[in-house]
């Protein structure tokens, strides 16, 4: 199955090294030097994903982004961008991007990210998707967490943070994306209220015998779901 990728970058060498490397994981790639060309490319052609540099000539990533959500707006994408200050994240994510990688980073690393990406692309939730944690059924429409004949009414901000924590299962959920996406800020305030939340979510995923379940906290970054046997 053909994978089809758009790749944004300015640096020849950079750019060059990123085609090669995913071309070699089998990935189709079509490469634009800016943001303009990106674009063009975009409304020509259809992409799984988009990887985009923020400081491009002509039109920089964040603007090409809007226009790629304008355009098609399931179609996801990442940032990639030398600028590591906390407002440019907050913007990218904003503008709906999955991830916001700085350079330098390891291109293994993006690799794994583009492979989760495309899975849960693939796979993306109706609105009345049900989640298996363990031997939680999570109802993410009707907001309920079931097990057995428990059944935990969640609160709209408990149902959307767990949703991000079930779709990324087994994979770090960043801070500041749950905080953009749920509490569209990022702030010392609401990171505080996210720790509340994340609190309540550990007591209600508490009581399966069979399954541990955590929401471990992965220090400065954000927290990952984990499902294991007892025992």
Not at 164 to 169: D, R
């Amino acid at each position: 199955m053909e994978r089809k990728v758009l790749l944004a970058e300015d640096d020849q060498n950079f750019g060059m090294m990123l085609k090669s490397f995913l071309q070699l994981q089998d990935f189709t790639v079509d490469w634009a030097i800016n943001g303009v060309e990106a674009l063009e490319k975009f409304r020509r052609h259809k992409y799984d994903m988009g990887i985009l540099d923020v400081m491009m000539p002509d039109m920089d990533g964040f603007s090409l982004a809007q226009e790629i959500n304008r355009i098609s707006p399931n179609t996801p994408f990442v940032f990639l961008t030398a600028k590591s200050l906390k407002e440019d994240k907050i913007k990218g994510f904003k503008l709906g991007a999955i991830d916001y990688l700085v350079k330098p980073f390891d291109p293994d690393i993006l690799l794994l990210k583009i492979e989760a990406i495309l899975r849960q692309s693939s796979q993306m939730p109706a609105e009345d998707e049900k989640f298996q944690i363990g031997n939680y059924i999570f109802d993410s429409e009707k907001r309920v967490l079931q097990l057995k004949d428990y059944m935990k009414r969640l609160s709209p901000k408990e149902s959307a943070l767990l949703q991000l924590l079930a779709e990324k299962k087994g994979e770090l959920l960043s801070r500041e994306e749950a905080l953009i996406k749920i509490w569209k800020e990022d702030t010392y305030f609401t990171a505080q209220s996210m720790n509340v939340f994340i609190t309540k979510l550990r007591k209600y995923l508490s009581l399966d015998m069979e399954y541990l379940i955590e929401i471990e906290n992965v220090h400065g970054s954000g927290f990952i779901l984990e499902v294991r046997r007892r025992g």
